[in-house]
Structure formats: C-alpha cells, structure tokens
C-alpha cells in the first residue's frame, strides 16, 4: 500500500462559528540566505527522497535541486528546510513535503514557455519550482498576508519576475489569462472545479488532491477533441479548499 503524502494547505480553512475568530499569527520571517547555501541539502534531498522514489524526469530533478526552499521557511526551521515532511509557514498553513511537490510538478509536464495556473499561492515554493523549470505562472491566494511573503520570498530566489501573484478566491481561476498549459491546485476542493477544466488548454493537464476525509491526488487531461484521460496517483492529505468550494458566497 502506498503510504500517505504528507501535503500543505493554501488556502486559509474556514472559522468553525461566525463568531470572530482570534486572529491567526502572521508568517515568520524567511530564513536568510546562508553563504554557502544548501546546495549539499538539496542534492541530498534530490537522491533520497525524489530520485529513490521513483521521481525521473531530469527537468523536475534539477529545478528541485536549484531553488533554495530555505527561502520560503520561516528562519526558525531553515535547518528543516529539506527534511522529509512539511513544515508550518503560519496562519494554520505548510510548506508541502518535497515529494510531493516534486511528483505533481511531473504529473504537469511543465517545461519552458509553458503557461501554469497554480490555485494556492503558499509560501512561494511550488510557484518557484515551476519557474525553474521556465514555466510563466499565474498563482492565487486567498490569504493575504501569505501572498505577501511569497512574493518577498519569490523575488529574493529570483523567481519573482516568471510569477503573476493575485489574492483571492482560486476556485475560478484567472479566466482573463487562461488558457493554460497546467493548471497545479495545492488544496482540496470535494469536486473538480468546472472553471479550472474551463480554463485548460487541450492537451494540458490539470494536479489536484480531491475529496474530503479521504483525498486522493488527480491528475486530468483535456484532449484535443474535448474529452478527458483521468489518473489517480495516491491518497493525500491537504488542507479543503476554502472560498466558494467550501460554501462561501
């Protein structure tokens, strides 16, 4: 049995009661930059956690061992920056395991000038593996203040100029820059939203961790005549989506 991923919520969960809620702490602050970097790190986390995993495609591979996830941990958990699990960034969010980043980047096919729609901005991390990879992205968050320091993150990495930010709710999309060549979705809706299908071009793929109590990650490709090749990868376990796929008009 494949064991469960362990994954990261992008979009803020919903208060339980109407009642108002005590306000969430803000993320930390990124880690700075080390001198030396984590260049060991990374390659170690590439040949142990990816590659002996069964991740292959070289692209993938590369671009997981060039971006500094350091940059996009608050500095109190750089030393776990690579470690084999997710992390907490703040206000009830993570930073994704780093297989599980690296497996739906592949399940994308994102190569370079490829158009991504990423729903669940996070900590920045996911969006900067795809720009590595020369993709142009398009990413949404509908918590503010993480949008915010993504986007800090983003530019001290160098990803910040392939990166489109906008806060708000990602359940329908960026119709204005749609098509899009992959579309990665980093929380958990019960359903596949009709405007991210909508919103993809033929041919392109769309990641998606699907379902309640028990998710599974999807992956979907519209055909050139419309219709759809549907897989499903392994049970997940990410944050629901919040917005209008949790009830919220």
Request: proline share 10%.
């Amino acid at each position: 049995m494949i064991p469960l991923a362990l994954a990261c919520a992008a979009t803020a969960p919903e208060p339980s009661a109407p009642s108002a809620p005590s306000a969430p702490s803000a993320p930390s602050a990124p880690a700075p930059l080390s001198a030396e970097g984590d260049a060991a790190a990374r390659a170690r986390m590439v040949e142990s956690q990816l590659r002996a995993r069964g991740v292959e495609d070289p692209a993938v591979l590369r671009a997981m061992g060039e971006v500094p996830r350091e940059r996009f941990v608050p500095a109190d958990l750089a030393a776990l920056a690579y470690a084999d699990h997710p992390l907490p960034i703040g206000l009830e969010q993570t930073i994704s395991q780093p297989y599980v980043v690296a497996v739906m980047t592949e399940a994308a096919r994102v190569g370079p000038g490829k158009r991504v729609l990423e729903v669940g901005t996070g900590s920045g991390y996911q969006a900067a593996v795809l720009a590595a990879l020369g993709a142009e992205v398009w990413s949404i968050e509908i918590v503010a203040p993480l949008s915010e320091s993504a986007g800090h993150a983003l530019e001290v990495a160098g990803y910040r100029g392939r990166v489109h930010l906008r806060v708000g709710d990602g359940y329908r999309g960026w119709p204005e820059a749609a098509p899009f060549d992959a579309i990665v979705v980093t929380a958990a809706p019960d359903h596949v939203p009709e405007p991210l299908r909508a919103q993809l071009a033929p041919g392109g793929r769309l990641v998606i961790p699907v379902g309640g109590e028990e998710q599974w990650l999807r992956v979907l490709e519209k055909r050139s005549d419309g219709t759809w090749a549907e897989d499903t990868l392994f049970p997940v376990r990410f944050v629901p989506m919040t917005g209008e796929a949790g009830g919220a008009q």
